[in-house]
């Protein structure tokens, strides 16, 4: 079997087995360091990605490698509690596989979170930070390839990749919660290397305000199945070159345990307001 829609079907068939036919209205992608909120959801059923057809495993410290079904705040959500990235030697493709059979599994709405590094100086480590944008500058992409058109269009949009409506609301969540919430462009490196100072500086003269090694592959899958995607990373340290302090994956751990219960609270907020 070498066609993407069955694979897509024979794990969301697996997934249905053990989480049941009810909907789930939220999916969400879970950053280093941001995992714990999936063990926080009610009546959950956690499945390992090692038992799920086609689903590559996770090889990441903090990313635990399991799909967690449950409810939150009144929503049916379902956290993938550890992503894969492009560095780990996956192919795009595979990357994106858990986005496609969420969407398969009648999944319209997407929850896309990361660690990122923050370029713009104003930040500081442990803020929060909407995603309005990103930028990708590397060649591949998720969809390069035959075009599965009952997925989406060959050539979709991305200039409302990051919901206008959902932004909105996390904007408006945080205010009314005293959570700081930074907005920036998120820009896109393949890793695992951290970048250089100098990359840092194009980054910024490029227009980003942080970058990071993941979210983009997810975000342009889901544009292309015409999903909702909210954006939030969290800021867990100054990129390369603006502190003078190298950097390292335990700081970033770190971090996203530091600012998990304002995370929390704002992700649980925006989730019993996100109109499904
Ligand atoms: O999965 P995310 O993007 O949250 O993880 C970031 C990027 C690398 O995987 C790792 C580097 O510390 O954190």
């Known amino acids: 079997m070498d066609k993407l829609m069955d694979k897509m079907q024979e794990a969301a068939m697996y997934i249905t087995s053990r989480i049941g036919s009810d909907p789930v209205h939220i999916g969400m992608v879970l950053g280093s360091g941001l995992g714990g909120l999936a063990d926080e959801l009610q009546d959950a059923v956690a499945i390992s990605y090692k038992d799920i057809p086609y689903f590559p495993v996770s090889t990441v410290f903090g990313h635990k490698g399991k799909l967690v079904v449950g409810t939150l705040e009144g929503k049916r959500v379902m956290c993938m509690q550890g992503r894969f990235h492009y560095y780990e030697g996956y192919g795009m493709d595979q990357v994106v596989f858990p986005i496609q059979v969420m969407h398969a599994l009648g999944i319209n709405n997407l929850l896309v979170t990361n660690a990122a590094g923050g370029v713009n100086t104003s930040y500081k480590p442990g803020d929060l930070m909407l995603i309005v944008d990103h930028i990708k500058l590397i060649a591949d992409s998720p969809m390069r390839g035959p075009n599965y058109d009952s997925l989406g269009e060959r050539f979709f949009d991305m ?67 015409r999903m909702k995607v909210l954006g939030i990373s969290c800021i867990t340290n100054m990129a390369a070159g603006i502190l003078d302090q190298p950097l390292n994956h335990t700081e970033v751990m770190e971090t996203g345990d530091r600012v998990k219960e304002a995370f929390t609270l704002l992700v649980r907020n925006v989730t019993k307001q996100w109109p499904v």
């Not at 919660?177 to 250089?196: D, H, K």
């Open 159 to 225: 200039t409302n990749a990051y919901d206008k409506k959902l932004s909105a609301l996390a904007r408006e969540e945080a205010k009314r919660l005293g959570i700081t919430l930074q907005e920036g462009v998120y820009m896109f490196f393949a890793g695992p290397s951290y970048e250089t100072p100098a990359e840092i500086r194009a980054a910024r003269i490029l227009g980003s305000d942080a970058v990071g090694m993941s979210t983009v592959p997810e975000a342009l899958a889901a544009s292309h199945m």
